[in-house]
C-alpha cells in the first residue's frame, strides 16, 4: 500500500517555465489537497478536490492550476514559475471531509531560479 | 478567514520533562483540531487529533486539550524522549459554511529534547 505518492521530489525551475508535479493516492480518497510549506511556516492551502471531476481554490491558489480527473490523481500545474514559488510541495488526501486521518506525501522540493 | 496562531516558536526540555505547545483560533465555528508532526525533510504526519464534543483525548504520552470558551486548544507531551524532538503544527478546520474542509495551520513549534 504506497498510500501517497508524490514526484518528482527535487525540482529546479528557471523563471516563467511550467511543471506539473504528480500526486496519486491508492486509498480510494475523495479528498485530496495541495499545500505549500514556507521556510519557518505552517502549511497553507493552495487547492482542494472533494472528488472526480471537482476542485476548489484555498488559500494561496494564484499562479497554481489544478484537475481532477480520476479519483487517484491530482496534479498541481505551475505556469510561468516565479522564486515567490520557491517551497516544499506536500499533496494529501483523506477519507473524509474534515481532513480525519489524512495521509501526506513525501513533498517535493522546488527552487525556483 | 480561520486564523491560528501557535506558541511558542521554539521549545526545549531536558528528557524527561513534559512538553506543552499552545495554540489559539479565531472562528468560532470550527470543530476539528489535529496535530501534526514533522520531523526534519520528512512529511507531517497526524499524532493526534480532537473534535469539538470533547474536552480532552489521550494516547499514551501525549493528551490534546480544548477550551471552546476561550478558542484554545494545547498538545502536551508528557516524559519526553529524543525522538519527540520535531517540528508540531496544530491546526484547526470546521465541515460546513465558507472555508470549511480546509485546514489552516499554526506557523509551527520546533520541540528540542536534550538528553
Known amino acids: 500500500n504506497a498510500g501517497v505518492t508524490q514526484t518528482p521530489k527535487f525540482r529546479i525551475l528557471k523563471i516563467g517555465q511550467s511543471m506539473t508535479l504528480q500526486c496519486t493516492q491508492d486509498?480510494?480518497?475523495?479528498?485530496m489537497y495541495w499545500y505549500r510549506q514556507d521556510p519557518g511556516m505552517g502549511l497553507k492551502l493552495i487547492y482542494y478536490?472533494?472528488?472526480?471531476?471537482?476542485?476548489d481554490k484555498g488559500e494561496v491558489p494564484n499562479g497554481y492550476n489544478v484537475s481532477r480527473s480520476t479519483t487517484e490523481d491530482f496534479p498541481l500545474r505551475l505556469e510561468l514559475a516565479a522564486p515567490s514559488q520557491t517551497s516544499v510541495y506536500f499533496c494529501?488526501?483523506?477519507?473524509?471531509?474534515?481532513?480525519?486521518?489524512?495521509?501526506f506525501g513525501q513533498g517535493t522540493r522546488l527552487t525556483v531560479v | 478567514g480561520e486564523n491560528v496562531e501557535q506558541h511558542p516558536s521554539t521549545l526545549s526540555v531536558q528528557e524527561g520533562d513534559s512538553a506543552v505547545i499552545k495554540c489559539t483560533y479565531s472562528?468560532?465555528?470550527?470543530?476539528?483540531f489535529p496535530w501534526y508532526k514533522q520531523e526534519l525533510g520528512k512529511r507531517p504526519q497526524l499524532i493526534i487529533d480532537i473534535r469539538s464534543n470533547v474536552g480532552e483525548k489521550k494516547d499514551q504520552r501525549i493528551a490534546v486539550t480544548l477550551n471552546k470558551t476561550a478558542k484554545h486548544f494545547s498538545l502536551h507531551i508528557t516524559e519526553t524522549q529524543p525522538e519527540d524532538s520535531a517540528v508540531y503544527f496544530c491546526?484547526?478546520?470546521?465541515?460546513?459554511?465558507?472555508?470549511?474542509?480546509?485546514?489552516?495551520f499554526g506557523k509551527g513549534t520546533k520541540l528540542s529534547v536534550i538528553p
Open positions: 486509498m480510494n480518497h475523495n479528498y
Open positions: 472562528d468560532s465555528a470550527s470543530n476539528y
Open positions: 494529501a488526501s483523506s477519507s473524509g471531509p474534515v481532513m480525519g486521518w489524512a495521509f
Open positions: 478536490s472533494v472528488g472526480a471531476g471537482i476542485t
Open positions: 491546526a484547526a478546520s470546521k465541515d460546513s459554511g465558507a472555508g470549511s474542509y480546509q485546514l489552516t
